[in-house]
């Protein structure tokens, strides 16, 4: 984590507002992407922003599963946080009629740093995949070039914050997953949804290989409706070769990093997976 100044504490970790018209973004115009000021996290495009004359940065999407929204206190507005380190951001607003989308993230400035196109770095796109423990899943997806990071972690349950004990007691719902930023001009995300079927059994129901429960089924949790698209293709081109394909097709949800011990599990324990291998499908 970012060591914060006192006046980036106020609003980050305090819940503090800065005053309207000031933020070095309110009216910043540059390509690129906003990231978490606290941890780095990707949450914005640029694409995304717009002038909604409030006095803060205002974007009518966000990049899927980087944002936590909890109700304030007085239950008049929603908060929104990074969904990875809980850094308060601002607050989301719907119904104004603003832009198509009819959403505002209203988001002060000064929880927020900038990653420019300029500055030789692309936007990132977001995939994430279940297939099993996701130590086996990270291992052999970060053998694919054009991977800018990989987490493991847990997704699609009811608890927030949830820990690697609570979620293996089988009660929270949630499923051990992987999210990957990657560079979209050096990897497609149809070449990532390839690997995934190639590394894991997808025909395996209620599991992956000896490890059986919830927490381990198949499943592609699309982001966009293009990513939905690319994964029914690939799951159809299965099933004309003969496979029975159980993997699942879920909306993203909020992704919640597991702790540091379960990353880059095999290489920090210089083990192989005991239950994932590569196998030629396509």
């Known amino acids: 984590m970012k060591t914060l100044t006192e006046e980036e504490q106020k609003v980050i970790l305090d819940k503090g507002t800065e005053m309207p018209f000031s933020g070095q973004y309110y009216q910043y115009k540059e390509d690129g992407t906003y990231v978490c000021k606290r941890c780095g996290e990707a949450l914005y495009r640029s694409s995304d922003k717009f002038d909604s004359g409030c006095g803060w940065p205002s974007f009518d ?12 206190a007085d239950g008049r507005r929603t908060e929104i946080t990074c969904a990875h380190c809980g850094a308060h951001l601002g607050h989301v607003f719907i119904g104004e009629n603003l832009t198509p989308k009819n959403v505002r993230h209203c988001v002060n400035s ?16 977001t995939a994430i995949f279940a297939g099993g423990c996701f130590w086996g899943v990270e291992y052999w997806m970060k053998k ?5 990071s990989i987490d ?6 009811t608890l927030e914050k949830p820990t690697y004990e609570e979620v293996c007691r089988k009660n929270t719902g949630h499923i051990e997953a992987v999210r990957i ?5 050096k990897i497609s995300y149809q070449d990532l949804v390839q690997r995934f079927f190639e590394i894991h059994d997808p025909e395996q129901m209620g599991g992956q290989g000896p490890d059986i429960g919830h927490q381990y089924i198949s499943a ?7 990513q939905k698209e690319t994964a029914v293709k690939m799951i159809n081109r299965l099933s004309n070769k003969g496979y029975k394909i159980a993997t699942k097709l879920i909306p ?7 702790e540091e011990e379960h990353q880059n599990y095999y290489e920090n324990k210089h083990m192989l997976p005991y239950c994932h291998g590569y196998t030629k499908r396509f």
Not at 61 to 70: F, L, N, S
Not at 110 to 125: M, P, Q, R, V, Y
Not at 152 to 157: D, P, Q
Not at 252 to 258: L, P, Y
């Open 61 to 72: 999407d966000e990049i899927k599963g980087a944002i936590h929204r909890t109700m304030d």
């Open 110 to 125: 000064i929880s927020l740093d900038f990653i420019g196109n300029a500055e030789g770095k692309a936007i990132l796109d």
């Open 144 to 148: 694919l070039p054009g991977i800018d």
């Open 152 to 157: 493991v972690g847990y997704i699609g349950g």
């Open 181 to 185: 930023l990657f560079h979209p001009e």
């Open 220 to 226: 592609i949790f699309y982001t966009t409706a293009k």
């Open 252 to 258: 993203a949800s909020t992704f919640w990093k597991a």
